[in-house]
C-alpha cells in the first residue's frame, strides 16, 4: 500500500474512533472496547478494499459485511455513517427509542448493515449463506464476517468453520477479533481459545496472522485472500480492545461496556459544547 | 384409508415443480436428505442443494444468509431438531431479521414412533407458535400438501411445517384446493365440534361417525394452520354448536388447544376439552401402542364429546 493511501485510512480511523467515542459518549456508556478493536479493519473495508457503495446500499453486487459480535455494532455505525450511508446526526439517537442504531446490529433498522447479530455465535453461518448464494448466482462478490474471540466459544462458529473449509469458500473471508478478552475476564483465564491457527488450520481454512491495528499489514492479507481460490480465508487479528483511546484502552478487560463521561469523550473528540 | 404416495415423496415433487419455475429455491440438509429423500433435488440442481451435516443452527444460519440474497431455502430435519434444537438461530437470525426460510419438521408427535422420547416431537408447533410472525403448519394428507407447497413458496417469511413423512391417512380427494391461511370444516355439527390437526382428523371423522349413531351431531373442522388460526371459523364453530372438542397429536399445554382457546375465549366462549397429549414426554412404540398410552384413539374423542357436551350451560 503507498504511503498516502496508507496515511489516509490511519487519519481515516482516527476520525472513525472519534465518531465511535461521541455515539457512545453522548449515550453515556456502550460497548465501547470490542468497537474500537475492530476499526482499522472497517477502515480497509470501506475505505479501501471493499466494493461497497453508500448511494446504492443493497445492490446485489457489493461486497458484504457480516459483524457476527454484534455488539460491536457503534463501531460499524460510526464507519457507515463517515461513508454517507445516513446522516452523521443519527450517530446522536444510539439506543434511544426508535433509533434506527440499536444495541447490536440489525439489518432491518440500519441502512448499511448487512445482518442482524446480537445473540452470539450465529453470523459466520449466514455470511456462509450469502457466500454460496454468491457461487449459486455467479457473481464476484466477497463477504467479510468478522467473529469475536469470545464469541467463537460457542458450538456453532465451529460448525460453521468446519462447514467454510470443507466448501473452500474463496469468497468468504473470516476474521477473528482476538484481544483476548471477554465480559467475564481473559479469554486465557476462561476458557481458551489457543492455538488459534493450528485449529483454523486444522479447519482446511487459509489461516493468516496480522496486527489488527496494522493497516497495511490488514490490507495485505485481504489480498492474500482475494488471491487465494482453494481455500476460504481466516485472519487471526492481534488487537487491543479499546484500542486508540488510552483510557478505554486502560480498563482492559473492564472496557467491554462502560460509562463515559462528556468531559472525556468532548475531550477525545476535541468538541466544544454543542 | 391411507394415502397412495408417502408425504415425503409428495413434498420433493412439489419442491422440483416448483423450482423449474423458481430458480431462487434451494435445499439444505443436515445428514436426513435420506429421510425426507430429497436426493432427487439434489440430482436434479446440484449446485442448488446443500448438506451441511449434523448441525442444525449451521444450517438455519445458511438459510438465513442465503435469504437475504433472495433464496427462498426449504430446511428439514426430524421435527424436535428442526425446531428446538436450533430455535435461537431460527429467532434471531431467521424470523428477528425477517428472512424468507421454509422449515420442515418431519415425524411429527407419535408419528416418531421407535426413535422414541429424544426424537419425538409434542412440542414443536407450540415453540414455534411464540416466535412473531412465524406461520405454522400441519398438512393434513398428500392432497393438502401438495395444494399448500406453492403458497408457502410464495408467502415471504418463515414458515413451519409440521410434516407426517410417510404414507397417511387419506382425507381430502387429489386435487383439492387449500388455502394455507384458512381451516377447512369437514363436517357441520350442532351439537359439538371437534377441532383437529393432523393424524386425528381422520380419527375425528371416525368419531363424529360413532357419535351420530349415538344420536350426537358432532361436527369436524381441521385447522390444519396453528398460526394464524383461522377465527372466523372457529368462531363460527363454536357458536353452531357450543361446545369443542381439540384433538392434536401433541402437547395440549401449548399447542392447538392453547391457539383454540386463545380464539374461543375471546370471540365466543364455550366449553373446550381436549385429546392429545397431556405435559409428557415421548416413548418408542408403533402408533397403536403409543395412541393408547397418550388416550389419543377415536375412543377417546368420542368420549371427551360427551363429557364437553355435558359441560354445555
Known amino acids: 500500500m503507498d504511503k498516502d493511501k496508507l496515511l489516509f485510512l490511519q487519519n481515516k480511523a482516527i476520525e472513525i474512533r472519534k465518531i465511535t467515542i461521541e455515539m457512545i459518549g453522548r449515550l453515556g456508556s456502550g460497548h465501547v472496547g470490542g468497537s474500537l478493536s475492530i476499526i482499522d479493519l472497517l477502515t480497509d473495508i470501506y475505505y479501501n478494499a471493499g466494493k461497497v457503495d453508500p ?35 443519527e450517530i446522536k439517537t444510539l439506543n434511544k427509542g426508535g433509533t434506527h442504531l440499536p444495541s447490536h446490529c440489525d439489518m432491518n433498522k440500519t441502512v448499511g448493515v448487512d445482518m442482524t447479530a446480537g445473540s452470539l455465535g450465529q453470523g459466520l453461518s449466514c455470511a456462509i449463506g450469502m457466500a454460496l448464494a454468491g457461487k449459486i ?48 475476564g481473559y479469554t486465557d483465564e476462561i476458557n481458551s481459545l489457543d492455538p488459534l491457527d493450528d485449529k483454523f488450520r486444522a479447519f482446511n481454512l487459509n489461516t493468516l496472522r496480522v496486527n489488527g491495528h496494522d493497516i497495511a499489514a490488514i490490507d495485505d492479507a485481504i489480498n492474500a485472500a482475494k488471491a487465494c ?11 487491543i480492545k479499546g484500542y486508540g483511546v488510552p483510557w478505554a484502552e486502560e480498563r482492559k478487560v473492564g472496557s467491554h461496556s462502560f460509562a463515559i463521561t462528556e468531559q472525556q469523550w468532548r475531550e477525545f473528540c476535541g468538541k466544544e459544547a454543542d | 384409508m391411507q394415502d397412495v404416495k408417502e408425504m415425503r415423496q409428495v413434498y420433493c415433487d412439489c419442491l422440483l415443480d416448483m423450482a423449474k419455475e423458481n430458480k431462487n429455491i434451494v435445499v439444505i440438509e443436515a445428514d436426513l436428505m435420506n429421510c425426507i429423500k430429497t436426493e432427487r433435488f439434489k ?30 431455502p426449504f ?68 392432497a393438502m400438501l401438495k395444494s399448500l407447497m406453492p ?63 349415538e344420536g350426537i351431531d358432532a361436527g369436524v373442522l381441521n385447522t390444519y394452520t396453528w398460526k394464524p388460526m383461522d377465527k372466523e371459523a372457529v368462531t363460527a364453530a363454536a357458536k353452531r354448536s357450543g361446545a369443542i372438542v381439540v384433538a392434536e397429536n401433541h402437547n395440549i399445554c401449548g399447542g392447538l388447544t392453547s391457539a383454540i382457546t386463545e380464539v374461543v375465549c375471546a370471540n365466543c366462549p364455550v366449553p373446550v376439552l381436549s385429546v392429545g397429549v397431556n405435559d409428557k414426554f415421548g416413548e418408542v412404540g408403533k402408533m397403536p401402542y403409543l395412541s393408547n398410552v397418550y388416550n389419543m384413539n377415536v375412543s377417546d374423542i368420542a368420549e371427551r364429546c360427551k363429557q364437553v357436551i355435558s359441560l354445555k350451560k
Open chain 1, 55 to 89: 448511494k446504492n446500499p443493497s445492490d446485489p453486487d457489493r461486497d458484504r459485511v457480516v459483524i457476527s459480535k454484534g455488539h460491536a455494532g457503534p463501531g460499524l455505525y460510526a464507519v457507515l455513517a463517515s461513508k454517507g450511508y445516513f446522516p452523521m446526526d
Open chain 2, 151 to 213: 403458497q408457502i413458496a410464495a408467502y415471504k417469511g418463515l414458515v413451519y411445517i409440521r410434516l407426517f413423512r410417510k404414507k397417511t391417512e387419506k382425507v381430502f380427494e387429489d386435487g383439492e384446493n387449500f388455502d394455507l391461511f384458512k381451516a377447512r370444516s369437514i363436517k357441520e355439527g350442532k351439537d359439538v365440534t371437534i377441532i383437529a390437526s393432523g393424524i386425528m382428523v381422520s380419527r375425528a371423522i371416525e368419531a363424529a361417525e360413532i357419535l351420530k349413531g
Open chain 2, 75 to 142: 430446511i428439514s430435519s426430524f421435527g424436535p431438531f428442526a425446531t428446538r434444537r436450533c430455535y435461537d438461530q431460527i429467532f434471531i437470525s431467521v424470523a428477528y431479521s425477517k428472512q424468507n426460510v421454509k422449515i420442515v419438521g418431519t415425524d411429527p408427535g407419535i408419528s416418531a414412533e421407535v426413535n422414541g422420547g429424544t426424537h419425538m416431537p409434542f412440542e414443536d408447533m407450540g415453540i414455534m407458535r411464540l416466535i412473531p410472525e412465524c406461520v405454522c403448519v400441519e398438512p393434513t394428507d398428500a
Open chain 1, 229 to 239: 481460490k482453494d481455500k476460504c480465508t481466516a485472519v487471526i487479528m492481534d488487537t
Open chain 1, 137 to 184: 448466482d455467479k457473481k464476484d462478490y466477497r463477504v467479510y464476517c468478522v467473529i469475536g474471540d469470545g464469541e467463537s466459544q460457542e458450538g456453532q462458529i465451529w460448525e460453521a468453520l468446519m462447514y467454510a473449509g470443507n466448501m473452500k469458500l474463496n469468497n468468504l473471508t473470516i476474521f477473528i477479533d482476538y484481544n483476548r478478552m471477554q465480559i467475564d
Open chain 2, 43 to 72: 440430482a436434479q440442481y446440484p449446485e442448488r442443494f446443500f448438506n451441511v451435516g449434523i448441525a442444525e443452527a449451521n444450517m438455519v444460519g445458511v438459510a438465513a444468509g442465503l435469504s437475504t440474497c433472495g433464496k427462498v
